[in-house]
């Protein structure tokens, strides 16, 4: 089944500063590799996903890059605010549609 | 998400009670989704549902069921609670096309 990796696992920067939260996957039939926001005493939210056939995204301050060969993909996080502090999730697609998710990453961003 | 609701959204039980936690969607949704999360080991998916008459199991659905009681419901039973049960359980629903899942706020479990 698919793996993935997720690093790092805790992450504190300043305001302002960027961040990036990387991870990898052991399966190349994955195509579809999602993002989630999760908040103090809150589900999962997602904040951006990207597909295989393109290699980046972008939403505003959130962009997400795919490297195909290399089997990994990364969250890139510009100017970052207090409000972005939460723990992040990677995730990629294995079998009929189930996703398999990354560890965590805990955002910590200090104004 | 407002859409994909979960109750309880705590419990405190003994070892060996039995215990159910429910899901519902508005979202018209097929597919549902188990999971369990606890810290440092992220979201594992306990089962997972396509249809009504569709169930599989996930990565760790041992000491768990569940039933699918109609397309929005999807209920998670622990029969016998045990304290290594004591986590976050969180609901997830995805449409056919898109795959994207989403989540609802989670019911936090503790098994004394």
């Known amino acids: 089944g698919e793996n993935v990796e997720q690093h790092p696992s805790t992450l504190s920067v300043q305001e302002g500063d960027s961040a990036v939260i990387k991870c990898t996957y052991s399966d190349s039939a994955s195509n579809y590799f999602p993002w989630y926001k999760q908040e103090l005493g809150k589900g999962p939210q997602l904040i951006i996903d990207?597909?295989?056939?393109?290699g980046e995204k972008k939403d505003q301050r959130i962009a997400v890059t795919l490297n195909k060969t290399a089997k990994h993909f990364s969250l890139h996080i510009t100017e970052t605010q207090p409000e972005d502090s939460a723990v992040y999730f990677c995730a990629a697609n294995s079998g009929y549609s189930t996703l398999t998710f990354g560890k965590g990453t805990m955002l910590l961003v200090s104004p | 998400d407002a859409d994909v609701t979960q109750t309880p959204r705590n419990r405190i039980t003994k070892t060996g009670k039995r215990i159910m936690l429910e899901c519902s969607q508005t979202k018209g949704h097929d597919r549902m989704y188990w999971y369990r999360q606890d810290p440092g080991l992220g979201l594992r998916l306990i089962y997972y549902?396509?249809?009504?008459?569709?169930?599989n199991k996930g990565e760790i659905s041992d000491g768990y069921s569940v039933s699918r009681q109609a397309q929005a419901k999807f209920s998670l039973s622990l029969e016998s609670a045990i304290p290594n049960q004591t986590a976050l359980y969180f609901c997830?629903?995805?449409?056919?096309?898109?795959?994207?899942?989403?989540f609802g706020p989670g019911t936090r479990l503790t098994v004394l």
């Open positions: 990207i597909r295989s056939n393109v």
């Open positions: 549902s396509f249809d009504v008459k569709d169930i």
């Open positions: 997830a629903t995805s449409d056919l096309t898109q795959g994207k899942q989403f």
